[in-house]
Structures are given as structure tokens and as C-alpha cells.
């Protein structure tokens, strides 16, 4: 029956491209770019996107079809660079890609705050949207993705329908397939005629794609980690550029082979069978903490032994945040900590513990790879057994809120080999539903340390107590001033709409007066 259906799918391809040739390409074929005719006549997953979205009726795709291609040619879309882009629309944060919803698609914000609209632009901001689409298509091959309509603190100038419109299109037209839902936040009132007549570019297909949201609606499908303040959110990204703000993970530095120091190289074995021997100690510890308080000798020479581990490498608390996912459990659930400069605690760990019964292959991926040394990052993990993973910055690098890791994670068969060359033919060959995936955040401590990480001098002299109740200080202060943003943006938009309905008055006075003396 599979068999059949392939067959049957192979069969309508061919027609679309044999009928696109003589029907659409014969009179002008310098109407499309060639790039695209190129990749019709050899991606067929392409011509299968546009086929689902039309239902499977061969002319309805060819229209489709040319109406994109001719779209594509005339915007320049595979000439679009960075570099065609004016910085000023990269800087501002209007348009970019960020985070993921529940479902583990990718978010893509459209700020409508910082839109105005302007004839002189529009071509420049419509050149942004296909700039991100496409460099998302290229990379991610038809994975859906969420538009977040972010229409908070927007006035009337930012109303804009024919750009509306235009990215209406490119998921209806351009991009089909893509769109997994489109999500308005914190519509104004003002607009609501306005998201009607939206409604009927969407097509009845797509109209339940839509979703208007509140600050206690957007959860349901955004959790608070990629959400921002003003949403309700904990994510503490900031936009800025350059660079372009992008979760494209990649193969961190060490995998590769990276380029130690001299240092480095000498003690390489060194460092890493201390951290292993640390993190037992640290365990053994947590185990019989009661005794060792009862017995002040051995804690001096617990002690005296511990200054000879710091010397060569900071110790780690194992994580306490714990994710659990069919294939692993990671720890820490959600952040890595890592210490700041001055402290010296810059290493972090992540634990994997495998929860199947079968080998697990794993894959730690980063969005800044020249940044990080991962130790190991592409390696496998028999069943119930765990794998300590320590990560640390590169050179001297910063460690930034914006950098994300990704955990990857695949059964493997019991007769499949785990060495490298294995592993690598493993991942060419996993299908992508068959992988979990894992996204951490990074994040910098400064004064307060969390449990994730600490020196070892800090875990013998504080409790474990106190640092918890100067964490959830911590967090008390955070949520303390996202009230106060809260409430100073609902006075901004509180000013803004009366901005706006008192010049609706004003347009409304005029042209009464105007009427009368007509």
C-alpha cells in the first residue's frame, strides 16, 4: 500500500514538472531564475510542499507555483544577503528569529511596534521577512514554524494592512507549508476590523492558525523560558545586532579538534580524571554529610586534599533541575550557570542519564561553537548509565544570555557499533522524528552562585540553606521589577490609546465641519 502511494506521489511529480515546462516556461522562460528552476527539477520534497498545501490538484500547484517562482525572481530571493539588507531595519528588532514554542517549532517575531508605515521602506521590509524565511527554509527543510504577532504598545501609525498582507502570503503562497500557527498578542481594540478582513486572505484552511492571545493566554502556546517580560515571560534576551540573532546550533569547537595551548595540552588527562574524581567526592559527601561534620580531622584533610584538586580544576555541585525526556534525563533542566570572569568559576556541567533500555547516541550542539569546548559532545550512553559533559568558554570568551545549547538524542540498535566513524553514519541515517531534542540557556552568576555550580572552598563553608534563600532573594527582586515594567508599559499603551482616539475625534470633527460647508 506504501509502495503504491510513493509510486502514485513519483508519478504526479513528474507531471508537475513536465506540465510547469510547457505550459508555464515556454513562452517566457526568463520570468524565473534559473536557480529555482534548477531546484524544481531535482527537489521533489519542494514540489510536495506546494502539492499538499493546493490538496493534491496538479493545476491549482502550478499556479501556485508561478505565482511563487515569479515572487522569488522579482524580490531577488536567492541573492538576499545580510549585505541587502539596510542595517537600520537589522538594528531596530522588528523581525528575527528567537526561541521556540511548545510544540518545538521556531518563533518568529514580528515586533509591530517598530513597524511605521512608509511606501519609501516597504520593499526593504518585505526584503527582511524573505530574508529570514528563506535562510530558515534552507536550513531547517519544511520544519513548521510560529509567527508571534507582537502588537503591544502599537499605535495607529504602526497599522499596516498591505504588509500585513504581504506576510499573509508568504506562508500562504511563498512558504507553504510552513506556517504551524500564527500567534497575536495584545491586539487593540482599534484593530479588530482590521484581523476580519485577515481572515479571509488566510482561506478557511488556515483561519484556526490563528490564535489572539493575552498575557494569561500566550502560555498555552509559548512557555514563560522564551517569552519576554512584557508576555509574562522569563527569557532574558535582548535584542541587539550585529551579529543576526539566530538559534542555528552547530558542532562546538572541541568536537573538531580544538587548538590547545601548550598548558593545555600537559594537562589535559590531568584536569579531566580530577574533575572525575571531584565529582565522586562531591557525591560521597552529599552521602555522609552528617559524619564529616562530627569529625573535624577528617574534614581538615578532606580539606587539604580538595586545595590540590582546585588547583588544577574548580569543582562542580552536580545539577539539581532535572529534565525528563523519553530517551534522557538532562540536568540542569533549563540553564547553565557558569561563573563570571572575576570568580574564576567558569566551567559548567550537564548530566545525561540514559532512561531506555538501549544505547543512546547524544549530540551537543551550540548557536556559538567558536565560543565553547564541549567534553564529550557526540558520544552514546548505555542504558541507566550517566555521562558527566563539562562545558567551558574558549579563550577567554564571554559567556552571553543570547548563546543556546542543543541536546540531541537518538535509540540505537544493540548490534550498532558506538565508535566515532559508527556514530557518525548513525546520525546521517536517524530519522528526524526519531530524535529528542533538548535546548539549554546559558546564563552568567555574578555575587550569587546557584546549586548547578560552585568552588569547592564556597560548598564547605556555606550551607546549602543559605544559598537557596539568597537564590529566591534573588528571584523576589526579578519578579519585583517585571511588575514594574508591566505596569509602566500599560501606561505607555494607555497613553498611546488615547493618543489615537483623540485623533480619531479630530479626523471625525474635521470632516464634519467639512461636510457642512461643502
Not at 559533559?389 to 564571554?398: A, R
Not at 533538548?438 to 546564563?443: E, G, M, S, T
Request: contains cysteine.
Amino acid at each position: 500500500m506504501a509502495e503504491n502511494h510513493a509510486q502514485n506521489k513519483a508519478k504526479i511529480i513528474s507531471e508537475i514538472r513536465r506540465r510547469f515546462e510547457a505550459e508555464y516556461m515556454a513562452e517566457k522562460p526568463d520570468k524565473y531564475d534559473p536557480r529555482d528552476i534548477e531546484r524544481l527539477q531535482q527537489d521533489d520534497n519542494w514540489i510536495e510542499s506546494y502539492l499538499s498545501w493546493r490538496h493534491n490538484v496538479i493545476d491549482e500547484t502550478l499556479k501556485m507555483l508561478d505565482e511563487s517562482f515569479q515572487w522569488r525572481k522579482e524580490i531577488s530571493v536567492n541573492d538576499l544577503t545580510e549585505s541587502s539588507i539596510p542595517r537600520w531595519l537589522l538594528e531596530i528588532g522588528g523581525i528575527y528569529l528567537h526561541g521556540y514554542d511548545k510544540d518545538g517549532n521556531k518563533l518568529f517575531w514580528i515586533r509591530a511596534k517598530y513597524h511605521i508605515k512608509d511606501q519609501k521602506t516597504m520593499l526593504d521590509k518585505k526584503k527582511l521577512i524573505a530574508f529570514w524565511l528563506e535562510r530558515y527554509a534552507k536550513r531547517e527543510h519544511g520544519k513548521p514554524i510560529t509567527v508571534m504577532f507582537d502588537l503591544s504598545e502599537t499605535g495607529i501609525n504602526s497599522i499596516d494592512m498591505d504588509f500585513v498582507r504581504f506576510i499573509i502570503n508568504c506562508f500562504k503562497v511563498y512558504y507553504s507549508k510552513y506556517l504551524s500557527k500564527m500567534v497575536i498578542f495584545d491586539m487593540p481594540w482599534i484593530m479588530n476590523a482590521a484581523f476580519k478582513l485577515v481572515k479571509t486572505w488566510l482561506g478557511p484552511e488556515a483561519v484556526s492558525l490563528l490564535k489572539f492571545t493575552t498575557k494569561n493566554e500566550v502560555q498555552e502556546y509559548v512557555s514563560v523560558e522564551y517569552l519576554p517580560p512584557h508576555m509574562g515571560g522569563t527569557d532574558p534576551f535582548k535584542y541587539s545586532y550585529p551579529p543576526l540573532v539566530d538559534d542555528d546550533f552547530q558542532t562546538p569547537l572541541c568536537e573538531n579538534g580544538p587548538i590547545t595551548s601548550e598548558d593545555e595540552a600537559s594537562s589535559k588527562e590531568d584536569i579531566e580524571s580530577d574533575a572525575k574524581e571531584t565529582l565522586e567526592t562531591i557525591s560521597n559527601e552529599e552521602q555522609t554529610g552528617l559524619l564529616k561534620k562530627s569529625n573535624p580531622t577528617e574534614s581538615t584533610s578532606k580539606a587539604e586534599e580538595n586545595e590540590k584538586v582546585d588547583s588544577k580544576m574548580k569543582a562542580f555541585k552536580k545539577p539539581l533541575s532535572v529534565f525528563k525526556g523519553p530517551l534522557l534525563h538532562i540536568s540542569p533542566a533549563e540553564e547553565l550557570y557558569f561563573g563570571s570572569t572575576e570568580s574564576g568559576e567558569k566551567k559548567t556541567l550537564i548530566v545525561l542519564t540514559n532512561v531506555t533500555k538501549n544505547i543512546v547516541a547524544f549530540k551537543v550542539r551550540t548557536t556559538a561553537p567558536e565560543k565553547y569546548r564541549v567534553k564529550p559532545s557526540n558520544s552514546s550512553c548505555d542504558p541507566g548509565a550517566s555521562v558527566d559533559i563539562v562545558v567551558s568558554p574558549h579563550g577567554g570568551l564571554t559567556v552571553s544570555a543570547q548563546d543556546r545549547f542543543l541536546i540531541m538524542a537518538a535509540e540505537m540498535e544493540q548490534s550498532s557499533g558506538t565508535g566515532p566513524a559508527e556514530l557518525t553514519q548513525f546520525w546521517k541515517e536517524v530519522p528526524r522524528n526519531k530524535v529528542m531534542e533538548h535546548r539549554l540557556r546559558c546564563h552568567t552568576v555574578e555575587s550569587i552562585k546557584p546549586n548547578t555550580l560552585m568552588l569547592r572552598e564556597n560548598a564547605l563553608n556555606m550551607s546549602d540553606k543559605t544559598n537557596e534563600d539568597l537564590y529566591l532573594q534573588l528571584n523576589r527582586l526579578l519578579e519585583s521589577n517585571r511588575k514594574l515594567e508591566d505596569q509602566v508599559q500599560r501606561c505607555i499603551w494607555f497613553q498611546q490609546l488615547l493618543l489615537s482616539l483623540t485623533m480619531l475625534l479630530l479626523a471625525l470633527v474635521v470632516s464634519f465641519f467639512y461636510s457642512m460647508y461643502s
